[in-house]
């Protein structure tokens, strides 16, 4: 069975970072781009970055430059989001997922094939 499985996430202050942890299997690691998404309370699923360790890039949207840092595992097959500067913005619940291939835009939800449970960030002011 293909399992992702999401973790890292609490509650931190402004200012602060976590590292997330997206752990997977039952499939062939190397042959699947791996996103994270976030999705706040009211508001839609969106991206938030992207590794493709088949072709070695990286993706961020505009939110997460400068700020989000994704980076793999291959041997454990877990990809790792380290969050730093914080905001309360950023309060979401942050899923993992594997698309395929390397993607057209890694920011659709739509391109993935599989998804994990989420983990709640929440980021106090």
């Known amino acids: 069975d293909v399992q992702l499985q999401a973790s890292g996430g609490g509650l931190v202050q402004a200012g602060g970072s976590l590292r997330l942890s997206c752990a997977t299997s039952?499939?062939?690691?190397?042959?699947?781009?791996i996103g994270w998404f976030r999705q706040a309370p009211g508001k839609e699923r969106e991206g938030v970055s992207c590794?493709?360790?088949?072709?070695?890039?990286?993706y961020y949207t505009d939110s997460a430059k400068g700020r989000f840092t994704i980076s793999s595992d291959n041997a454990k097959n877990t990809v790792y989001l380290q969050t730093n500067s914080l905001k309360p913005e950023d309060t979401a619940v942050y899923y993992c997922?594997?698309?395929?291939?390397?993607?057209?835009?890694?920011?659709?939800?739509?391109?993935?094939?599989?998804w994990g449970q989420g983990t709640q960030v929440t980021v106090s002011s």
């Open positions: 590794i493709s360790s088949s072709i070695g890039k990286l």
């Open positions: 039952g499939f062939t690691f190397d042959d699947y781009s």
């Open positions: 997922a594997a698309g395929r291939g390397v993607l057209r835009s890694f920011e659709r939800p739509h391109e993935y094939n599989y």
